[in-house]
């Protein structure tokens, strides 16, 4: 594995090592054994837009292995006044080991990973959240013992975390139910690809029936970041499609609750489910920081 740009590149194997790793660093952390992987190694974090816990995350587990991250703000930056990508990868592979990158354009991403000569990491775009999505892998393992034959549901926008959530589930083994109004799907290139699982992968626009038998459900704000101005249009267009008790009653048993976070209470989640899962939802906000060391150790050691 060179980098980290979509669930689509990853290989069932590919993410069970790093789910594996995740776990093995986790345990390590909470008992005190110290995991210098990435001795003296400097990670660059660029970020277009706004974030609390893929920035936390990648500077503390950065330091944790040994390493350096250093944060770049794209308003700081010569791109964010119109240096091509091309020119920032190949500048940035001359000082540094590793490149995270939070940004809009899944173009800008992979172009990054093509002219640069370092690894380089997606903390999300439009696209995708491939990081968050190994985090809630192991979340739901590490609740749940396994991840085959278990039935993933996602109710809401079909945006970047719908998009790696499908991926991510199918590859694992799970079941994926997703219910999105209509123009809002997944995209197509995802439709496409869990087209080749038959019946393991479900397209409603029915919350109920996506949540039927769920042993998790996924839910994520209305209004992604960049979409602020379309705000109150989505308020009405997603109205129906929240995560609360009466769904939850489809649900099986011990169903779990996850939300990458952050969440808006009242709208595509109740404040009562919300907490009612809290503990969950928060071990899957602590695994983005096991989830990503293990990331950065695969690609930069
Ligand atoms: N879930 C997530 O990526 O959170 P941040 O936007 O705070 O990084
Ligand atoms: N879909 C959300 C996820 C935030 C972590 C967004 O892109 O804003």
């Given at each position: 594995?060179?980098?980290?740009l979509?669930?689509?590149?990853?290989?069932?194997?590919?993410?069970?090592?790093?789910?594996?790793?995740a776990?093995?660093?986790?345990?390590e952390?909470?008992?005190?054994?110290?995991?210098?992987?990435?001795?003296?190694?400097?990670?660059?974090?660029?970020?277009?837009?706004?974030?609390?816990?893929?920035?936390?995350?990648?500077?503390?587990?950065?330091?944790?292995?040994?390493?350096?991250?250093?944060?770049?703000?794209?308003?700081?930056l010569q791109?964010?006044?119109?240096?091509?990508?091309?020119?920032?990868?190949?500048?940035?592979?001359?000082?540094?080991?590793?490149?995270?990158?939070?940004?809009?354009e899944?173009?800008?991403?992979?172009?990054?990973?093509?002219?640069?000569?370092?690894?380089?990491?997606?903390?999300?775009?439009?696209?995708?959240?491939?990081?968050?999505?190994?985090?809630?892998?192991?979340?739901?393992?590490?609740?749940?013992?396994?991840?085959?034959?278990?039935?993933?549901?996602?109710?809401?926008?079909?945006?970047?975390?719908?998009n790696?959530?499908?991926?991510?589930?199918?590859?694992?083994?799970?079941?994926?139910?997703?219910?999105?109004?209509?123009?809002?799907?997944?995209?197509?290139?995802?439709?496409?690809f869990?087209?080749?699982?038959?019946?393991?992968?479900?397209?409603?626009?029915?919350?109920?029936?996506?949540?039927?038998?769920?042993?998790?459900?996924?839910?994520?704000?209305?209004a992604?970041?960049?979409?602020?101005?379309e705000?109150?249009?989505?308020?009405?267009?997603?109205?129906?499609?929240?995560?609360?008790?009466?769904?939850?009653?489809?649900?099986?048993?011990?169903?779990?609750?996850?939300?990458?976070?952050?969440?808006?209470?009242?709208?595509?989640?109740?404040?009562?489910?919300?907490?009612a899962?809290?503990?969950?939802?928060?071990?899957?906000?602590?695994?983005?920081?096991?989830?990503?060391?293990?990331?950065?150790?695969?690609?930069?050691?």
């Amino acid at each position: 594995m060179k980098h980290l740009l979509k669930m689509l590149d990853l290989s069932e194997n590919e993410i069970l090592e790093l789910l594996d790793l995740a776990d093995q660093l986790k345990y390590e952390l909470k008992h005190g054994i110290p995991h210098p992987l990435l001795q003296g190694k400097t990670l660059g974090m660029i970020f277009q837009k706004a974030s609390t816990r893929t920035r936390v995350s990648f500077e503390t587990g950065i330091y944790q292995l040994g390493g350096y991250g250093l944060f770049l703000s794209s308003h700081d930056l010569q791109i964010g006044r119109g240096e091509p990508v091309e020119d920032t990868a190949r500048v940035l592979s001359r000082y540094l080991d590793g490149i995270m990158i939070r940004t809009f354009e899944q173009a800008e991403v992979e172009a990054l990973a093509s002219y640069g000569s370092i690894p380089v990491i997606n903390g999300l775009t439009d696209f995708c959240h491939p990081c968050q999505v190994l985090a809630d892998l192991m979340t739901i393992r590490e609740h749940k013992g396994v991840l085959q034959g278990l039935k993933m549901c996602y109710i809401g926008d079909g945006n970047n975390m719908a998009n790696s959530l499908i991926v991510g589930g199918l590859k694992t083994g799970m079941s994926v139910s997703v219910a999105c109004p209509e123009g809002y799907h997944p995209a197509g290139e995802v439709l496409d690809f869990a087209a080749g699982y038959g019946d393991k992968f479900q397209l409603t626009a029915s919350c109920t029936e996506a949540a039927a038998g769920a042993d998790v459900i996924f839910t994520d704000v209305w209004a992604s970041m960049g979409q602020e101005e379309e705000a109150a249009q989505r308020r009405e267009v997603f109205a129906g499609y929240q995560v609360n008790d009466q769904l939850l009653a489809a649900a099986a048993p011990e169903c779990m609750v996850q939300h990458c976070l952050p969440a808006h209470r009242g709208e595509e989640i109740t404040a009562q489910v919300f907490e009612a899962h809290a503990q969950e939802i928060f071990d899957e906000a602590e695994n983005r920081l096991h989830a990503q060391k293990a990331v950065m150790a695969t690609v930069m050691r």
